[in-house]
């Protein structure tokens, strides 16, 4: 009698390193995203494209935004900085100049002028498949 017995023992090695890839693909997508909305926001002191920052389960990035949008215009209004996401699936994008949110979605007197919406739509592509390549 012939027998064969398989033994797979590192499914949780493997999930593991599926998760930590998926990760840092979150991580690599809200950091293209952030480049690529302060590369299409529109420039007047510079101080709505130096506010924008990425916040991972790692960290956030408010503080040199901060900063960076205080050179441009010292009187630049800033939000209060965005919660830090609970895991590391999550990355938020985000704009620390008050008026960004006039700037993307337009006012009564003021046309929208889209630049974080277009940055995370041009992203979408890559990170599917960034995350059908895990899958695969």
Do not use: W
Request: with cysteine; aromatic share 6%; charged share 25%.
């Amino acid at each position: 009698m012939l027998a064969i017995r398989l033994t797979c023992d590192r499914l949780g090695e493997l999930a593991e390193q599926m998760h930590d890839k998926a990760s840092e693909a979150v991580r690599a997508t809200a950091f293209a995203i952030q480049d690529r909305a302060q590369a299409l926001a529109p420039v007047d002191t510079g101080a709505l494209r130096n506010s924008h920052y990425a916040a991972t389960r790692q960290g956030s990035g408010y503080g040199d935004a901060a900063q960076a949008a205080a050179r441009a215009n010292p009187e630049v209004p800033l939000l209060p900085e965005v919660q830090t996401p609970r895991d590391d699936m999550t990355a938020i994008v985000a704009v620390g100049a008050e008026y960004g949110m006039h700037v993307e979605y337009g006012t009564k007197r003021q046309p929208p002028r889209p630049y974080l919406t277009p940055a995370a739509e041009s992203m979408r592509d890559e990170f599917t498949q960034a995350m059908t390549r895990l899958l695969a």
